[in-house]
């Protein structure tokens, strides 16, 4: 079965630079989150979109910014690094907002240096 | 405000055994979900086990248990007869709003477990 895939699986920025991580949802999945882990943290909630719209917005910094496209797709577009940043940044997806699972992606591990 | 709270940072235990994984959870709204999330070293987030505030029975996934005690508000994962391939940071988490909605996910603070051969 198709899963959420996010693209790339590592990215390693330098400070003051931008990044953008992408996420395609499994198919028919119109809602998308955005998730950050730091080391040996929990995940924190970031942003969600459904059906191409802002939902929810959770502890995102400013420098970040996202949005999902017609085919679903999500970018979530960083600018400005921090040290800080450096997280590993993961997508879900689920088929509309009132379901039972959130699918995550296999996350996309970024290191700023 | 949700909180999830899971009070062992670390469980170890004997293959082919069972273990349970112990949360709490706080929340003021009367629907909610709860899941249970697998973490290896590899990074990924693989969903085991969902319950609803409002499911009468506890759920149930080939190995994966939830032990649901609304008024406790507590959702234990049990695992039975567990594998080496068990060995992983398992993270409680809950969802806020409607009863059955995956919006956004508040995570406890994992509990790593580890299994012995």
């Known amino acids: 079965a198709a899963g959420v895939i996010q693209s790339p699986r590592h990215l390693i920025k330098e400070k003051r630079e931008t990044a953008t991580l992408k996420c395609y949802p499994i198919?028919?999945?119109?809602?998308v989150y955005w998730y950050q882990q730091g080391p040996g943290q929990d995940p924190q909630f970031l942003i969600s979109f459904y059906e191409k719209m802002q939902s929810d917005k959770g502890s995102i910094p400013d420098r970040f910014s996202a949005q999902q496209f017609s085919d679903y797709h999500s970018e979530l577009n960083m600018s400005s690094l921090e040290l800080g940043d450096s997280a590993l940044y993961f997508c879900a997806s689920s088929p509309g907002q009132g379901n039972t699972e959130a699918f995550f992606g296999q996350g996309t591990r970024l290191t700023v240096v | 405000a949700q909180k999830i709270t899971q009070t062992q940072p670390g469980m170890f235990v004997q293959e082919k055994e069972a273990v349970t994984l112990d949360c709490t959870y706080d929340?003021?709204?009367?629907?909610?979900?709860l899941f249970w999330y697998k973490q290896p070293s590899s990074g990924e987030m693989i969903f085991l086990i969902y319950q609803g505030s409002y499911d009468q029975q506890n759920a149930t996934e080939g190995r994966y248990s939830l032990n649901f005690q609304k008024a406790r508000k507590s959702a234990n994962l049990v695992i039975s007869a567990s594998q080496l391939g068990d060995s992983a940071m398992y993270f409680c988490a809950m969802s806020a709003g409607w009863s059955g909605s995956a919006r956004q996910l508040t995570f406890g603070s994992g509990t790593q477990l580890t299994v012995l051969p």
């Open positions: 198919p028919r999945h119109d809602t």
């Open positions: 929340t003021s709204d009367p629907s909610y979900g």
